[in-house]
């Protein structure tokens, strides 16, 4: 928001002449609303490498016999998916998605279904996002 009140404030500014009165408060508020924007940006960027790494840990209490933990693994992935739902990053959507299909077909025989709509929806976002390498690699997984 705060980087789109910017850019609207540099248009203005653009099509303004020099010596129009609002000039210094335009300046004033394009110069004090883009370092919120990128503030507001640079906590997303944290907010979604913080999943991203959450989800990695889940991914070692799935895979690794040492650190077998099911129920924490999924519970990271969720709190992981979570987070790229609010932010709406569909690729890592996809990929949490997928782990959690992993770890419900590693619990098989007990929810086989569940694993594969885990593994369903992940393919279809794989295929929204024309990523048909990571769509083959769900169906292998099925």
């Known amino acids: 928001m705060s ?3 910017s850019l609207v404030c540099s248009d203005f500014l653009r099509h303004i002449p020099a ?3 609002t000039q210094l408060a335009r300046i004033a508020q394009f110069e004090n609303t883009y370092p919120m924007g990128f ?3 640079t906590a997303l960027g944290k ?3 913080l999943a991203e790494e959450t ?4 991914r070692a209490y799935l895979e690794i016999p040492a650190l077998e933990n099911l129920d924490f693994a999924e519970s990271l992935t969720r709190q992981s998916l979570q987070t790229f739902q609010e932010f709406n990053r569909r ?3 996809a990929d949490a998605l997928k782990l959690l299909g992993e770890i419900y ?3 098989l025989p ?3 279904a569940t694993a594969a709509q885990f593994f369903l929806e992940s393919r279809q976002l794989y295929q929204e996002l024309d990523l048909t390498e990571k769509a083959i690699e769900i169906e292998r997984l099925w």
């Open 3 to 5: 980087i789109a009140l």
């Open 19 to 21: 010596d129009d009165a």
């Open 39 to 41: 503030s507001h940006f």
């Open 47 to 49: 907010t979604v490498n």
């Open 55 to 58: 989800l990695d840990i889940a």
């Open 91 to 93: 690729r890592l959507q």
């Open 105 to 107: 077909k590693h619990r």
């Open 110 to 112: 007990h929810q086989p």
